[in-house]
Structures are given as structure tokens and as C-alpha cells.
């Protein structure tokens, strides 16, 4: 039983620091958090395009051949004719949004993460000068006497 309450309290923090932070950064974290769900789906439609521009370029052996028709039937949907220099223009496009998604979510997590440690840091210094440092005191030479 003794070996489960370091767990136990190790939970107990964490569900405190996890509500603490929420309510510090309620609409910057849920930005944090679609900033990275927005930079991972670009990821994934980056190497998705990855195959169809194989196939444009001829690069792919047989076995890939027809892997790309899903997007190219969604290039014809679009009115667009699917070619390599098409292509190679949506996937930088692709490319570059994500980086600078990226940015703009390393930049935000950054501030989130060092604006909650200072908030969390003020909190104690906050907390230490409102101690009762007489009572502190007394305790503190009753115990070592």
C-alpha cells in the first residue's frame, strides 16, 4: 500500500498543475493543440502527394502504378489537369504552409510554456511573502529545542 501513495500523490500533482495550466491558458493552449493537429494533416497530404508526383515523373515501378488515381480523379473533380509542374506547385505550397505552421506553434508553446513557469513562479513567491513568518519562527525554534 505504501508503494502506491507516491503514485497517488504523483497523480494528484499532475491533475493540479493540469488544471492550474488550464486555467492559465485556456484559448492559447486549444491554438496549441490545433496549430498541431493543422501541421500534422499537412504532413500527412505532404507525403501523400509524395506518390502521385513519383508517378508523374515516371520514377515509380509497376507496383505503384494506380496508388495516385484516388488524387487524380480529385485533380479532374477540381477541373485541374494533373501534371508534374501542377504537382511540384501544391506540394510547395503544402510544404510551406507547414513550415510556417510549425513555426507559429513552436513560437506559441514556447511563450506558453515560459509565460505558465513564470506564473507558476510568481504564485510562490507570492505565497512565501504571505507567510506568517513569527509563527514560522516559533515552530521552528520548538522543534529544535
Not at 496549430?35 to 505503384?64: H, I, R
Not at 510554456?113 to 513568518?133: K, M, N, P
Request: glycine share 6%; net charge neutral; aromatic share 8%.
Amino acid at each position: 500500500m505504501n508503494a502506491s501513495l507516491p503514485r497517488l500523490q504523483q497523480r494528484i500533482l499532475l491533475g493540479s498543475l493540469l488544471r492550474e495550466f488550464i486555467l492559465f491558458a485556456r484559448w492559447h493552449a486549444l491554438s496549441a493543440i490545433i496549430l498541431t493537429l493543422l501541421v500534422s494533416a499537412l504532413e500527412g497530404a505532404g507525403l501523400m502527394l509524395l506518390v502521385p508526383m513519383l508517378e508523374l515523373a515516371d520514377v515509380t515501378d509497376s507496383t505503384l502504378h494506380g496508388s495516385g488515381s484516388h488524387f487524380f480523379s480529385v485533380f479532374s473533380t477540381l477541373g485541374l489537369t494533373p501534371s508534374l509542374m501542377t504537382v511540384l506547385c501544391i506540394y510547395v505550397g503544402l510544404i510551406t504552409a507547414h513550415s510556417v505552421l510549425s513555426w507559429k506553434r513552436d513560437v506559441l508553446t514556447n511563450e506558453l510554456q515560459l509565460s505558465f513557469v513564470d506564473h507558476l513562479r510568481q504564485r510562490l513567491f507570492d505565497c512565501i511573502g504571505a507567510t506568517e513568518w513569527a509563527f514560522l519562527a516559533r515552530t521552528h525554534s520548538a522543534v529544535s529545542a
